[in-house]
């Protein structure tokens, strides 16, 4: 029951986005955000190291999403994490909250880049006053039903996109609108409409898929939350070659995830099979006996062991330690030939034959759409 009740209140939650695990009260602002409840939470590992806590110009401030930015705080503020803070937007004001200060800041801006401009860089205005919070949640307990509207607007003049999320500015001047589309819209009236309707400044971005489904949740075939869901926020690129390094079958419904790309997870462990191949032979080494030639199938790369099968009876099946390859390998070079095969495995077997469902024209084109 009790988990339940915990599930229905980050549903009835608009902030838990933003790291809030209830919505704010204007009178203690800063008691409700919780890092464990936010996608892009901040450890402070220099908390308790001795010179940490002296003041730094800049602080590290989140909003909605995975969306983050760092701003120079005035002298003497003396904010801390999980302070609720007005910042400079264009136009007007933004509402975010504090999760990094001290040097630790200075060290997450070199790890992302940041570069101090002047005409870019961008300051804090104030602590949050009551009015501000209120202001804010009034404009983020809109956001859903701005979504519905939007997406009917859309409908109803025939766009071929889909609005997946708003994010309103804290001072409840600007919208920004997320939408997926396959190919260029234009949507000037559907802006015109929006703004007629919504009383605010529009903005359009169009996302990707991956980020759609960051955005709007989902559960991989592992059966937990999308990793872009939790904790994943920088998107490398994946193409089959990944599968085919790892032994997958080449299956366009097996490799794509709940966003219909590739699957995230096929780069966790690419880089460690790629070290381990690096311990095997060629996959166009002849391995060679008295009783004939044989040729590669397939890998275990953690058994290391490799599947060969004769030239002329690619049904049958041998599974043969890496060190026993390489024996007879060292054996032909030196023009030796052994016997058979067979006595080097430790397995023999059937080789099963199937079909994956995909040519090599329709995997190549998985690898472009999908990468």
Avoid at 88 to 117: A, C, W, Y
Avoid at 132 to 149: P, R
Avoid at 269 to 288: G, Q, R
Wanted: net charge negative; aromatic share 10%; glycine share 6%.
């Amino acid at each position: 029951m009790d988990n339940n009740n915990n599930h229905q209140d980050i549903i009835d939650n608009p902030f838990f986005t933003r790291g809030c695990c209830a919505v704010p009260n204007p009178n203690t602002p800063g008691e409700v955000y919780k890092p464990s409840c936010a996608k892009l939470d901040s450890y402070n590992w220099l908390k308790d190291v001795n010179g940490n806590n002296k003041e730094e110009d800049f602080v590290e401030v989140r909003f909605k999403n995975s969306k983050k930015d760092f701003f120079k705080a005035p002298p003497g503020m003396g904010l801390e994490t999980g302070d609720i803070v007005a910042v400079e937007s264009s136009p007007g004001h933004d509402i975010g909250i504090v999760t990094l200060v001290g040097e630790i800041v200075r060290l997450q801006m070199n790890k992302k880049k940041f570069k101090l401009d002047p005409e870019q860089l961008k300051k804090i205005y104030r602590r949050a006053r009551s009015s501000d919070i209120e202001k804010w949640i009034s404009a983020v307990e809109e956001e859903e039903a701005g979504i519905f509207k939007t997406r009917k607007m859309a409908a109803d003049l025939g766009l071929d996109m889909k609005v997946n999320d708003v994010e309103y500015q804290g001072d409840k001047t600007k919208a920004i609108f997320y939408y997926t589309a396959e190919d260029r819209v234009d949507f000037r009236e559907l802006i015109k409409m929006m703004a007629d309707r919504f009383k605010v400044r529009i903005e359009m971005r169009q996302i990707g898929a991956r980020q759609e489904a960051a955005r709007l949740g989902s559960i991989g075939s592992c059966g937990r939350e999308a990793c872009c869901v939790t904790w994943l926020t920088n998107f490398t690129s994946v193409t089959t070659n990944n599968a085919r390094t790892q032994q997958l079958s080449l299956n366009p419904s097996k490799l794509a995830g709940q966003c219909g790309k590739l699957k995230c997870c096929l780069n966790y462990e690419n880089d460690m099979y790629l070290e381990a191949l690096n311990e095997f032979p060629a996959n166009d080494i002849i391995l060679k006996s008295k009783k004939g030639n044989a040729e590669f199938q397939k890998a275990d790369v953690f058994k290391r062991i490799i599947w060969y099968s004769y030239m002329d009876d690619y049904a049958s099946m041998m599974a043969i330690p890496l060190d026993k390859v390489y024996e007879i390998i060292n054996m032909n070079k030196q023009g030796k030939l052994p016997p058979n095969i067979e006595d080097y495995a430790e397995t023999t077997g059937q080789k099963t034959e199937y079909s994956n469902g995909a040519d090599q024209d329709e995997l190549n084109r998985f690898d472009e759409e999908f990468s």
